[in-house]
């Protein structure tokens, strides 16, 4: 089968289509998905260029979202037959899903939502589970509360603008303001253009100084440190940057704020609260562009070019 195979880090050059063994099934719990499509997430490109060399053995292939069809299943799978679609994010760590065919448990499994594209249902897996575990586990938001979701453009931003919205939140957000129109449509209140505006004195003039319950950060920088000045009194950070230097949380202790950190989900409860919502239509998928496998690379640049010919919004997909 083809494969996207890393054998050495480095840019997206280190990508390469190589042809490799086709998996089978060695165990009765198995199940062979033939991968219709997947997407390319930062943690794709992390893996990539080495951040998390100590836990792979070279060569890899990474990749964390997959759709596609079941064509095998072991001999103890009862729930799942082939034919069945079904959508999921493979185990980090394991074979990724930038490959023709994926061999997983059956218990990753989720059935493939009514009415979406392979390639719609490829955006969801991981970000799905990340935000559900960032915005309802995490920072408990509830009906009425308030929202800022920095970086409302990305993967995890417009959906968890949606979902912020489905559960009763006032949402704010930041965009560049040629993708306002597209992030009120995606369910943000308020949006502000990070690059001519600073969010924290916007969202004390908003709040009349009261500052918002929830901060969801997927920019990172020095936000763990300036967030807690638009926050209200015991309010809630939800991060999943990495944190490269030490930062000053003297306003959080002044706010008695609260924070979390998460590392990307991939769970296969969270992404059945997010299959509810998408079959009910509170929220839906964000594709920003298709590529097909072969052109692995591009998507990687696309994804890491800070001098676009357009901003990016939402998931970048790569379709087998």
Same mark, same amino acid.
């Given at each position: 089968m083809k494969a996207i195979v890393i054998k050495n880090y480095g840019g997206p050059e280190a990508l390469t289509l190589t042809e490799v063994e086709t998996p089978s099934i060695t165990d009765e719990n198995q199940v062979l998905v033939k991968v219709r499509a997947t997407s390319v997430n930062p943690l794709d490109y992390q893996v990539r260029r080495g951040d998390y060399a100590a836990l792979f053995d070279l060569p890899i292939t990474t990749g964390h979202d997959i759709s596609g069809d079941i064509i095998a299943v072991g001999?103890?799978?009862?729930?799942?037959?082939?034919?069945?679609?079904?959508?999921?994010?493979?185990?980090?760590?394991?074979?990724?899903?930038?490959?023709?065919?994926?061999?997983?448990?059956?218990?990753s499994l989720s059935k493939m939502p009514e009415g979406l594209s392979y390639e719609e249902a490829a955006a969801m897996p991981l970000i799905g589970g990340t935000v559900w575990e960032m915005l309802v586990?995490?920072?408990?938001?509830?009906?009425?509360e308030s929202i800022l979701i920095l970086?409302?453009?990305?993967? !995890? /931003?417009?959906?968890?603008?949606?979902? %912020?919205?489905?559960?009763? @939140?006032?949402?704010?957000?930041?965009?560049?303001? $040629?993708?306002?129109?597209k992030l009120q449509e995606l369910g943000a209140d308020i949006i502000f253009d990070h690059h001519h505006?600073?969010?924290?004195?916007?969202?004390?003039?908003?709040?009349?100084?009261?500052?918002?319950?929830?901060?969801i950060?997927? !920019? /990172?920088?020095?936000?763990?440190?300036? %967030?807690?000045?638009?926050? @209200?009194?015991?309010?809630?950070?939800?991060?999943? $940057?990495?944190?490269?230097?030490?930062?000053?949380?003297?306003?959080?202790?002044e706010k008695n704020a609260t924070y979390h950190f998460v590392f990307t989900r991939q769970s296969r409860d969270e992404l059945h609260h997010i299959t509810e919502l998408i079959e009910a239509g509170h929220i839906k998928p964000v594709?920003?562009?298709?590529?097909?496998?072969e052109e692995v690379k591009d998507a990687h640049q696309r994804m890491e070019d800070s001098k676009r010919d357009r901003p990016l919004l939402g998931k970048i997909v790569l379709s087998l």
């Open positions: 001999k103890s799978v009862k729930k799942w037959k082939p034919g069945d679609k079904v959508y999921y994010s493979p185990q980090f760590g394991g074979f990724g899903s930038y490959a023709e065919y994926h061999l997983t448990n059956e218990f586990v995490r920072a408990q938001l509830k009906k009425g970086g409302g453009a990305g993967g !995890v /931003g417009t959906l968890a603008i949606q979902v %912020a919205k489905a559960l009763g @939140a006032f949402v704010y957000t930041t965009g560049q303001r $040629v993708l306002h129109e505006q600073n969010y924290i004195d916007e969202i004390q003039t908003h709040t009349h100084g009261k500052g918002v319950d929830v901060i950060d997927t !920019v /990172g920088g020095t936000t763990l440190s300036d %967030a807690p000045l638009a926050l @209200a009194n015991y309010g809630r950070i939800v991060t999943l $940057v990495d944190i490269p230097q030490p930062q000053n949380l003297i306003n959080a202790w594709v920003d562009s298709i590529y097909p496998i």
